[in-house]
């Protein structure tokens, strides 16, 4: 009786405790009630709050800087309508990511989806690259360094989520993600074209910041590709630990 009693004791005092404890939400993320009266203002007021962290990165969830961001390599999407051959970015160092503003957010929970529409003011990349394309009538072939900036990218995601089952508790996974890019303006320049022959370089240059609408549409399925990888990486490992239940505690 007496052993009994003490034990339920110590199990209610190890309940308030393990309370505390079992919470294993990092204090930068701030929940978000499962009401879709305020889950979208929410949902905006936490990835706001982690701006800083985003920017310098979250080393313990393996969540890597966003400004400067890095991209080790990327290429096009395979079967896309460039016309053969190759063109690939390596070590591209992107600065601005962290300037962006949120235009809308919907966080729809019966559907499972996230909307979102982000603004990047300015983008700018440095970094090295390799190409042996026809642009328009022009081959632009060499390899060298690259320097861009993307004038007022907008962002349209859409996120599928779907919840997860581990141990008995479920936990949320964004399982895949649409992105449309639009971009107002851009500067580019390419150095090392035709094995350093200064004038096809320079027209090439010309050509390239000239005809904007086509090097954007020649550009925006890479730029669909890596930033949708990029939001899909950081939004499942920023989450992944976190139950459903206490990432959008029930209203
Ligand atoms: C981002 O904003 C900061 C502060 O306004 C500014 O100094 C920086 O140049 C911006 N980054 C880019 C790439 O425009």
Redesign the pocket.
């Known amino acids: 009786m007496l052993t009994s009693n003490r034990f339920s004791v110590f199990l209610f005092l190890f309940c308030i405790v393990c309370d505390q404890c079992y919470s294993i939400i990092p204090d930068y993320i701030q929940v978000c009630k499962r009401d879709p009266e305020t889950i979208n203002e929410c949902v905006r007021d936490s990835i706001e709050q982690l701006r800083s962290k985003l920017v310098k990165g979250i080393p313990e969830l393996n969540v890597p800087s966003l400004d400067p961001f890095y991209i080790s390599e990327i290429s096009p999407p395979l079967g896309k309508n460039m016309r053969a051959l190759q063109a690939v970015g390596k070590d591209i160092k992107v ?2 990511a962290g ?1 962006f503003t949120i235009k809308s957010i919907f966080v729809d929970l019966e559907k499972m989806t996230v909307r979102a529409r982000v603004r990047f ?4 990349f440095e970094g090295k690259y390799k190409v042996d394309i026809q642009f328009l009538v022009l081959p632009i072939r060499g390899e060298g360094t690259l320097v861009a900036d993307a004038i007022k990218c907008n962002v349209d995601a859409l996120l599928r989520i779907k919840t997860v089952e581990k141990e008995g508790v479920e936990y949320i996974e964004f399982t895949d993600i649409d992105t449309d890019i639009t971009i107002k303006d851009y500067r580019i320049k390419l150095q090392g074209l035709f094995n350093g022959d200064k004038t096809l370089e320079e027209a090439t240059n010309l050509a390239l910041n000239e005809n904007k609408a086509e090097l954007m549409k020649a550009a925006k399925p890479f730029a669909e590709k890596g930033v949708a990888s990029i939001i899909l990486d950081a939004a499942n490992k920023i989450t992944n630990m976190i139950p459903y239940d206490e990432l959008f505690p029930k209203a």
């Open positions: 600065s601005g300037n003011p300015r983008l700018h």
